[in-house]
């Protein structure tokens, strides 16, 4: 068995802006921690290094560009509230200018304004839509900027501030800039079902896009059904990844300030083996034209299926005499009937702890299992901790031999094997927990 990585597809749609952060004091955060040991948190600001602010026309004014923020924090045993980022665009003088949201409270110049973001979450998502636009004065090419700061109240030692500010480059520009809109996670959908994805594709550029391509990828569980004449579509892969991949060319012109959509819905089937799935998408202007922003041309579409997938360990039994090495171990099988992922951080799906029989010695360890002993365990048994994986299919069958040497012969010497989340939670997929343990039994006495 080898270590699939989950490639591009696993990291597209993440957030590309630039993040400041400030490292309060001592440990990492979201694990659990003993009440004597310091804990930490994080707030950190999400903004875009950098924004293109269309030219204004020779017989009008420019339009406005969306500038979109947030805040997050790491430690999510705390609660973060009354959050405030402060927005400093006084370095757009004689480029651009800012329109601010109800949210934010601007001073009497117009330029520095504090903006509410309420709780603070551990996941990103937009808190502040600030526009910008170009001067009529401003010419192809100035240049401004935009810098931040933030705080919020909570965390571990009460009010927690960021000491550094990222800055966010304004540019006066000209182009295409094709964008979706962002959809909103599903969860609870039932497999056998069909779902439409948010395809409307927006040009809030200032120039005509003479065509356009989308790509698309989908997870194990997810099968796009629509099928447009104008897309190539691979597989899925029942063998690999199990991924399937569409690319499309249409040749839609979309004017300036246009929306257009797809020739059809685009159509999902959620099929009888998902679970964490997900849908990713992108936009891009046709004959390698570039698109004045990209931060809204990917798409990520989480869904999560009413499913479950039955994750089980077999112990085996060997005999030898002392001085004797035998091969041993365990096997893993998803039963199904779903698939199971890690689809955001492209982990593990599962770990399997492995405690070796009384009076053996290790010798010989598959090549995803490591040496996982900690102060808590018997200093005489072996603790080696194994994993699969990032995703397991359904009727995957994965064997874990290890080498055995018997320095002591101990009739029914009986050591056991446990699947768990990566992570240590249990499984909360797996609603048949009676196989997720197994005994692995040394010179069994019958």
């Not at 001085?323 to 399997?352: C, E, L, Q, Y």
């Not at 909360?428 to 019958?446: G, H, K, L, R």
Request: hydrophobic content about 35%; some cysteine.
């Amino acid at each position: 068995m080898s270590s699939v990585s989950v490639g591009r597809v696993l990291r597209r749609g993440a957030c590309a802006g630039a993040v400041g952060a400030l490292v309060v004091a001592g440990l990492g955060s979201g694990a659990a921690v003993a009440d004597d040991v310091p804990q930490t948190d994080e707030l950190a600001i999400h903004s875009p290094y950098d924004v293109t602010a269309t030219v204004a026309p020779d017989d009008g004014v420019a339009q406005y560009r969306p500038l979109v923020l947030g805040l997050t924090h790491s430690n999510d045993t705390f609660t973060l509230t009354d959050g405030h980022l402060t927005v400093d665009a006084s370095g757009l003088a004689g480029v651009a200018e800012v329109a601010w949201p109800a949210t934010c409270a601007p001073d009497t110049a117009g330029t520095v304004a504090v903006c509410d973001t309420g709780d603070v979450p551990n996941r990103y998502n937009p808190q502040v839509r600030l526009k910008v636009r170009a001067l009529t004065a401003a010419a192809l090419g100035a240049q401004g900027t935009v810098t931040y700061s933030a705080e919020a109240t909570g965390a571990p030692d009460g009010t927690i501030v960021t000491t550094r500010s990222n800055d966010t480059t304004v540019t006066v520009g000209s182009g295409v800039d094709l964008g979706m809109g962002t959809p909103q996670d599903a969860a609870g959908v039932a497999p056998g079902s069909s779902l439409t994805v948010p395809s409307s594709i927006t040009n809030t550029g200032n120039e005509t896009a003479h065509g356009f391509s989308v790509n698309m990828w989908a997870t194990y569980g997810l099968d796009v059904t629509t099928r447009y004449p104008q897309c190539a579509y691979t597989g899925p892969d029942v063998n690999g990844t199990g991924f399937t991949t569409v690319t499309c060319s249409f040749d839609t012109e979309i004017a300036p300030g246009a929306t257009v959509e797809l020739p059809e819905p685009l159509q999902l089937a959620v099929t009888e083996h998902a679970l964490y799935d997900r849908f990713d998408y992108d936009v891009e202007p046709a004959a390698d034209v570039t698109d004045l922003d990209s931060s809204d041309n990917s798409r990520s579409w989480h869904i999560t299926a009413d499913n479950t997938a039955d994750f089980a360990v077999y112990g085996t039994e060997a005999s030898g005499a002392a001085g004797d090495t035998v091969t041993s171990g365990f096997r893993f099988v998803n039963h199904g009937p779903a698939w199971a992922g890690d689809i955001s951080a492209g982990d593990p799906i599962t770990t399997i702890d492995f405690y070796a029989p009384q009076g053996t010695v290790v010798t010989s360890v598959p090549k995803t299992c490591h040496n996982a002993w900690t102060s808590g365990d018997d200093p005489t048994i072996a603790h080696y901790a194994c994993t699969l994986p990032t995703w397991a299919k359904p009727d995957l069958d994965v064997g874990f031999p290890f080498q055995l040497r018997i320095d002591t012969v101990v009739p029914d010497a009986t050591g056991h094997v446990t699947t768990r989340a990566y992570n240590g939670t249990p499984l909360a997929f797996d609603t048949n927990t009676a196989n997720n343990t197994a005994e692995v039994i040394v010179n069994p006495s019958a």
